[in-house]
């Protein structure tokens, strides 16, 4: 078990960085569970790529299922709350 950053997610994975080293010689699937915009998002996914970076490692994960609705919902409630802060001009 531990804690990570979700750096970047899109409808079929997500980027994740975390101190947490994990061996990417096997197949590796991880329980991910987050909050984006209000909405509770959890999910399994697989371990596509590991790289080190800034002392920690970053990890490209396939989302294993279909989550693609559930994450577009909370990228378009994150995005309407996004252009509402910011400042026209």
């Known amino acids: 078990m531990g804690s990570g950053s979700v750096i970047d997610i899109s409808p079929g994975g997500m980027r994740l960085a975390s101190d947490v080293h994990i061996p990417t ?5 991880l329980f991910v569970a987050t909050s984006l915009a ?19 490692y970053h990890y490209g994960l396939d989302f294993i299922g279909d989550h693609q609705e559930e994450v577009i919902q ?13 400042p026209e001009g």
Do not use: R
């Not at 010689?25 to 699937?29: N, P």
């Not at 959890?42 to 080190?52: D, G, L, N, R, Y």
């Not at 909370?74 to 309407?80: G, I, P, R, S, V």
């Open 25 to 29: 010689s096997k197949t590796v699937h």
């Open 38 to 56: 209000g909405h509770d998002l959890s999910f399994t996914a697989e371990v596509i790529w590991m790289k080190p970076a800034h002392g920690q």
């Open 74 to 86: 909370a990228l378009k409630k994150h995005n309407q709350i996004k252009d509402k802060k910011t």
